[in-house]
């Protein structure tokens, strides 16, 4: 992998969880959201450490399977945008509905969506003239 590509893949990781962040901070702190989720019997709070750490592994997890992708197959962009999509739609029917009320519901979607659209979107940049596969 070129430095090129990593650096402007890890731009893209970064930014993902940049946006993350800002989003929950105007949503949570400014527009005074209380962003919960219920599980089982309890109720937990999100913190800004938990969107932090969900989007960095959101963004990890499809690096990862990106690269590994772009070593077997001559179709990597359309295999990964393929379970990438999947898998963002599968993140919105499990993570929003969960959220404790219809702010936390609304605020969940949106960081669910940003995320995975900016990774969708920004990952999978064409490969340098050249490369194999």
Do not use: C
Request: hydrophobic letters at 60%; charged letters at 10%; a positive charge.
């Amino acid at each position: 992998m070129t430095n090129n590509l990593l650096l402007g893949r890890a731009a893209v990781a970064a930014g993902a969880i940049v946006v993350a962040v800002v989003e929950f901070a105007l949503l949570h702190s400014a527009a005074g959201v209380d962003l919960a989720v219920r599980s089982a019997n309890s109720t937990r709070q999100i913190t800004v450490t938990a969107v932090i750490v969900a989007a960095a592994v959101a963004a990890l997890a499809g690096w990862a399977l990106l690269a590994v992708l772009e070593r077997r197959t001559n179709r990597s962009r359309v295999w990964w945008t393929s379970i990438a999509g999947a898998v963002l739609l599968l993140s919105l029917v499990v993570g929003p509905p969960s959220g404790v009320g219809g702010g936390a519901k609304a605020t969940l979607a949106l960081l669910h969506l940003s995320v995975g659209v900016i990774l969708i979107l920004g990952l999978p940049r064409p490969r340098p003239e050249g490369a194999n596969r």
